[in-house]
């Protein structure tokens, strides 16, 4: 579900609302996507009903910025594992 033409737009901002799965969904943790997706710059940040949860490590929240939840969209927080995260873009 990786787009980058779709992330592009938004880095640029000709769009405002982005999906946090273009930035990859990784089933065992979803972290380093849904953080990029936040730290995008969108306004809004989709999350999508992937039908897996989105199992994630701490995150860095946004200001001004409104995390949107599909319906029956799923997420588990998990404790911090011992490596640090990064985005890969």
């Known amino acids: 579900m990786e787009n ?3 992330i592009a737009d938004v880095r640029s901002g000709k769009r405002t609302v ?3 799965a273009w930035w990859g969904f990784d089933p ?6 849904l953080q990029a997706a936040i730290d995008s710059g969108a306004r809004r940040v989709v999350v999508p009903n992937t039908h897996a949860d989105w199992i994630i490590q701490p995150l860095k929240l946004a200001g001004n910025q409104k995390l949107i939840f599909e319906r029956r969209t799923v997420v588990t927080a998990i404790g911090r594992r011992n490596h640090p995260t990064q985005p890969t873009h």
């Open 28 to 33: 065992e943790d979803a972290t380093v996507g």
């Open 18 to 20: 982005a999906n946090a």
């Open 4 to 6: 980058l033409e779709a």
